[in-house]
């Protein structure tokens, strides 16, 4: 039997994105959501993580920027892939090196449009409305050293309203990242075509 391909979650906050690729791949003996990992102490997807019975583990910046911890930690589980979900450090370059083309990562808009640092979550969608966009989107890519620049695997698009708020923009974004989100990483790890929004 091939090996079972071995996914870690990086979050930063709520969470939302880390459940629904865990809900996803729970019956699946090919792929599976082997760990979560967050930098914030207080990060609500380290309940989620406990809810779903997926381990989850807590490391600060220093873990990240300084040390080797986090990458000896995913060689010690044998972590095939890195799925970025609403995680807001910048990647280092330990990790770049040791999974090149194996990171990718979740952005709220079409980019190139609204990427950057300093660009995500809310603040996306609040530039989207300020600038009078007439749809935006999600944009699922390979991970490189810059914000929000490594190759785009998928995107999706949804309207946006004269009259739609920041939240209600963020409500339409959110439905698109749990319709694609989990699909687009199943085709990505196992070599399959990439599914495309009609
Ligand atoms: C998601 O909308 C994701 O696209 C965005 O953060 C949110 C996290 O939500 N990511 C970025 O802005 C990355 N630049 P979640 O914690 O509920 O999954």
Not at 116 to 121: L, N
Request: net charge negative; charged share 25%.
């Amino acid at each position: 039997m091939p090996k079972t391909i071995q996914l870690a979650i990086l979050a930063s906050g709520n969470g939302t994105n880390a459940q629904q690729i865990a809900e996803y791949f729970v019956d699946r003996t090919d792929v599976n959501v082997n760990v979560i990992i967050y930098n914030k102490k207080d990060a609500y997807v380290a309940r989620r993580a406990e809810a779903l019975g997926i381990e989850s583990h807590y490391f600060n910046r220093r873990d990240f920027f300084e040390t080797d911890n986090v990458l000896l930690f995913l060689r010690e589980r044998q972590i095939d892939y890195l799925i970025l979900a609403g995680f807001l450090l910048l990647v280092p370059e330990n990790l770049l090196k040791a999974f090149p083309d194996r990171i990718i990562n979740i952005h709220p808009a079409l980019l190139p449009k609204y990427g950057g640092k300093g660009m995500y979550g809310h603040n996306v969608h609040e530039a989207v409305v300020a600038n009078h966009e007439t749809e935006t989107g999600i944009t699922i890519h390979i991970v490189d050293q810059h914000y929000d620049r490594g190759t785009t695997l998928f995107q999706a698009r949804c309207g946006v309203a004269p009259t739609d708020t920041a939240d209600d923009i963020a409500a339409k974004i959110h439905l698109l990242e749990k319709a694609w989100f989990p699909k687009v990483i199943d085709a990505f790890v196992l070599n399959k075509p990439m599914p495309k929004q009609e």
